[in-house]
């Protein structure tokens, strides 16, 4: 009975009333829009809250939330570990400049009408910049994720990064750190492309050709030397 009355008078007092959340792993998410979303938490019963809705509420407040993990903390915190998307992309299209996630997820919307702005943004992220003459994004996710992902894993293979791509009409010129660059036709068998990609870089590699430009699209690669 006294057990009883201890934990009837503890609820009585606000014992375990949400006071506070508390936030782990938190960068590009901002804990004071967060704390807007959850704020009507504060103040609520610890053991009446479900975890699953304080969750959703969190991933709708931020585009860079990718995952939360909820924990009570008795008597009167949550703990919040929050997994936010890693930005890999910026593209600019239709007049906009939007930011991607490595997983192809549209971030946020920089600016529009603003082409050097966005080349900007994209040096100071140190990430992929993707100019289109076409729509880059479907349903908030990167169109050509898969195909650039591809060249991009082939070409790190051999020793190039992919600072930049730009897509016209289908034909797509990557261009590495060292300014190389490499052209596709990323509408048309990609496949066969990357095939002739793998034996041009092994002959380069192995004769330590300098070169300029490959161009992909036909049978039998096109390289511009630099003598």
């Known amino acids: 009975l006294i057990l009883i009355s201890i934990l009837l008078i503890s609820f009585l007092l606000g014992v375990w009333n949400i006071q506070s959340f508390e936030y782990v792993n938190s960068n590009k998410v901002y804990v004071n829009d967060i704390d807007t979303y959850v704020s009507e938490y504060i103040g609520s019963n610890i053991f009446l809250i479900k975890p699953k809705d304080i969750e959703n509420d969190i991933l709708s407040s931020n585009s860079y939330v990718k995952s939360v993990n909820i924990e009570k903390i008795l008597p009167n915190k949550i703990l919040v570990t929050v997994n936010e998307y890693i930005p890999k992309y910026v593209g600019y299209f239709s007049n906009r400049c939007v930011l991607f996630s490595i997983e192809g997820k549209e971030l946020e919307e920089y600016c529009k009408d603003c082409e050097n702005e966005c080349l900007e943004h994209s040096n100071i992220l140190n990430s992929i910049y993707i100019k289109s003459d076409t729509v880059l994004s479907s ?57 002739r990609l793998y034996l041009v870089g092994e002959k380069i590699n192995a004769q330590e050709i300098n070169f300029s430009s490959v161009d992909l699209r036909f049978e039998r690669p096109v390289m511009k030397l630099i003598y």
């Open 139 to 195: 349903e908030s996710k990167l169109i050509f994720l898969d195909e650039i992902s591809s060249i991009s894993a082939l070409l790190f293979e051999f020793g190039y990064d992919i600072k930049s791509v730009d897509i016209s009409q289908g034909v797509t010129v990557i261009q590495d750190t060292f300014d190389h660059s490499f052209t596709f036709d990323i509408t048309y068998d990609l496949d066969t492309q990357l095939s």
